[in-house]
């Protein structure tokens, strides 16, 4: 017994010497842990500010220019003769911009409808955990101006300018579930000034939702899908543009650096928001596919000044 | 124990410590962050230091690179801390009670990224007005600590990193 408490004794003096460094840690961390706890903010719920098609719940930071060149060839099922479709390619150019950490702009150019497109993009809030402002999910809105300007298809006609723009409103609810999952809904709302014929609705309802599954540090695996709803203003009009489908696409991200790559299939044309969710005409699963890619390449235009 | 050190006058502490670090690779980009958020004791008895470093509060001037270093490098979500648990060799040297400024060498465990190893350096301490000021500067390896460089922007980040510690210390009340 006496042995024992002597072993005891012996072992908590050693014990002090070699983990005095490790009470002085102790103590660091009691005199830090008093201190208001700040937020904890979810980052990279997303890679880029676009999931596939539509807007991801992410922005450029502010001060970063993003310069965004994305391609939808032809149809899959077109055959050999156009090489599945790699002889036909609609583009859109644009070019982001963060005013400020929770708002940034854009605009862009498709030749799809020879379309001019402007956004602005707010984040309403952040997902945190810890702090006085925690929530389990960030949320954004997304306002989209479209302006089309193909030739009028009746120029003996009296056209309206406005009746080119369209407009879709998206508010982009989204949470990153862990390191490797993040989800994300839309419900998005799409006006077109004019409507194509009598029956066609001017305002069209849709829900949207996508994720991605991250498959390692730099590769993520999407999808992203958007579901008109059959909502309507004026009875008896139909909710949706005649032989449209919901849009769908799949596809992956692959960051390299200052580049993000954006592979996908899609069954969608267009790459502005009222194309690719009201106009989407192919049928994902009867092979009217379209193979297409987004590439990101930021620039930082003003940089964060470090504390020296 | 911990009731001795809350009555001594010989501990140390700031919690408004500055860490950067930089690449020194001869890349257009700068490959540099700071933080000053780095909270530290100083044992001037015992001549141990220990720091604690939130691994997110490093910032760098472009947000992307900040993101990936987070993200990609230092995956900050599974370590989210840095330590140091370090003693001042040559204790002998430093007059605490007498300004002016004395050349130390340190000697410690520094954990990042998971990783534990044993890392010395040379810095000063600098005693002026009841205020100490450490100042240190030394390299890393990143393999030490197993952060790995894709090949692709191999060219932009080396291997050896410099890191430069600067604290103010106050009579920690």
Redesign the interface.
Do not use: C, W, Y
């Given at each position: 017994m006496k042995n024992h408490i002597l072993f005891l004794f012996l072992m908590s003096i050693s014990w002090?010497t070699v983990h005095?460094?490790?009470?002085?840690?102790?103590?660091?961390?009691n005199?830090?842990s008093n201190?208001k706890k700040k937020n904890?903010y979810a980052?990279?719920t997303f890679k880029t500010t676009r999931l596939m098609n539509g807007h991801s719940i992410e922005n450029?930071?502010?001060?970063?220019l993003d310069f965004k060149v994305s391609h939808r060839f032809g149809m899959l099922n077109s055959g050999g003769y156009q090489l599945f479709g790699l002889d036909q390619a609609t583009m859109r150019m644009g070019l982001d911009y963060g005013i400020s950490n929770r708002l940034m702009i854009g605009v862009g150019r498709s030749t799809f409808q020879k379309q001019y497109d402007a956004f602005g993009k707010f984040k309403i809030l952040r997902q945190a955990t810890g702090g006085k402002w925690s929530s389990p999910v960030s949320i954004s809105a997304v306002s989209t101006v479209m302006l089309k300007t193909l030739k009028w298809e009746d120029p003996k006609l009296q056209n309206y300018y406005t009746s080119r723009l369209s407009f879709a409103h998206q508010l982009i609810i989204a949470r990153k579930f862990s390191?490797g999952l993040s989800l994300q809904i839309m419900p998005s709302f799409v006006h077109y000034n004019l409507a194509k014929s009598v029956n066609d609705p001017n305002d069209i309802f849709a829900l949207g939702a996508g994720g991605r599954i991250k498959l390692t540090?730099?590769l993520s695996f999407n999808v992203e899908y958007y579901h008109i709803l059959p909502i309507s203003f004026v009875a008896g009009e139909n909710y949706r543009l005649p032989g449209t489908k919901n849009s769908l696409a799949i596809g992956f991200d692959i960051?390299?650096?200052?580049h993000i790559f954006q592979l996908h299939f899609t069954n969608s044309t267009g790459m502005t928001e009222k194309t690719f969710i009201t106009e989407t005409t192919g049928d994902f699963f009867k092979g009217d596919i379209h193979f297409g890619f987004n590439i990101s390449r930021?620039f930082?235009i003003k940089?964060?000044?470090?504390?020296? | 124990?911990?009731a001795f050190?809350a009555e001594a006058q010989h501990?140390y502490?700031t919690?408004t410590g500055k860490v950067?670090f930089s690449s020194r690779a001869k890349s257009p980009e700068k490959v540099?962050?700071?933080n000053?958020e780095v909270?530290?004791?100083l044992?001037t008895q015992?001549g141990?230091m220990?720091f604690?470093i939130l691994v997110?509060s490093f910032?760098?001037?472009?947000?992307?690179m900040e993101?990936?270093f987070?993200?990609?490098y230092v995956e900050s979500?599974?370590y989210p801390k840095s330590?140091f648990?370090?003693?001042i060799l040559n204790l002998s040297a430093v007059n605490f009670s007498k300004e002016g400024a004395y050349p130390v060498n340190v000697e410690?465990d520094l954990t990042f990224h998971g990783i534990t190893k044993k890392v010395t350096s040379a810095g000063s301490l600098s005693v002026k007005a009841g205020k100490i000021t450490a100042f240190s500067k030394f390299q890393v390896k990143l393999k030490d600590f197993k952060v790995s460089i894709?090949s692709?922007?191999a060219d932009?980040i080396s291997e050896d990193i410099d890191i430069v510690v600067e604290c103010n210390y106050e009579l920690?009340k």
């Open positions: 002090s005095a460094q490790d009470d002085l840690m102790k103590m660091l961390e005199e830090t201190e904890d980052t990279a450029v930071a502010a001060g970063v390191e540090k730099r960051e390299t650096g200052g930021v930082t940089k964060k000044r470090l504390k020296k | 124990m911990s050190f501990m502490m919690k950067s540099e962050a700071d000053n909270s530290s004791i044992n015992s141990e220990v604690a997110k910032h760098f001037e472009s947000a992307l993101e990936h987070n993200e990609n979500n599974k330590t648990k370090g003693k410690g894709p692709l922007v932009k920690k």
